[in-house]
């Protein structure tokens, strides 16, 4: 099932190509470098075109296109949410370079083997990755192989979602805890009479600490936007009293007729 095309969306790219005229009729931006969030889903668009131009882009929805090909991606440095569900990629070289991104969606592409992932061992920042969507019906040829998803947190030790389900994180502790007793309770008998290690704890040293929220350039520009508005709004209600004002005082100037003796 592929996703679908938003309803009233117009515009599409010439011959399946994303073209700057396509950016900024999709945003209402002027400039491609003002874009932070950019949905282009079921466009049926082949190629990425100029949008390795949206230098600041932090969040893009692909999905639902015939897309194979991702070598404009590579000049997004900014990105932090992919979805690329349902299209035709099979190379995820230039993914290698979003050194930000940390939300990748790939289900329903072309994905064969373990050994097209590994470009992406070096995204530090990369806490999901899906490949498959029961929901969706979307997959991989790599999701026939039934261990593939233990295979992901070797390879990826630092996400805490795989296709959607939560697999590490704070709560990803505490299952390890029990795993390492089960297994130390599993063993011989012998193992009991060893002397006991110096007791280390659970998790490292300001782990609960609360860490100030991150303030992304896409709320900071929502916040921006708002701002406007709201100067807008004002200035607006201005002008309406002043032209009352002017309207009530033209009227009061006005004789009155039944004044007039005759």
Known sequence: MDPQAEPGEE????????????LKASTGQFALESILLLRLRGRGLADLGC???????EWLDLSGNAIAQLGPLAALKSLAVLNLAS????????LGSCESLQSLNLAG?????????QCLTGLRRLESLRLRDALGRLSNPVCAAGAYRSALGDMFPGLKAI??????????????????????????????????HTPKPWVEEG?????????????????????????ECRELGQ??????????????????PSSYVF
């Open 207 to 231: 782990f609960w600490e609360l860490r100030p929220a991150r303030r992304s350039s896409i709320i900071e520009e929502a916040y921006r936007q708002f701002s406007d508005v709201l100067r």
């Open 239 to 256: 002008r309406a009293d002043d032209t009352i004002a002017q309207a009530e005082r033209a009227l009061s100037l006005r004789a009155d």
């Open 163 to 196: 296709d959607g389900e939560r697999v590490s994180g704070r709560g990803s502790e505490l299952y390890q805890l029990c795993k390492d007793l089960d297994s130390s309770l599993g063993r011989c008998p012998a193992a009991a009479a060893e002397p006991p």
């Open 109 to 117: 592409n072309l994905v064969s083997s373990l050994q097209q992932l």
């Open 11 to 22: 515009g599409e790219g010439e011959g399946g190509r994303i073209t700057a005229q396509l």
């Open 87 to 94: 299209n035709r990629v099979c190379s995820l070289e230039p």
């Open 51 to 57: 949008l390795g131009e949206c230098a600041n882009l």
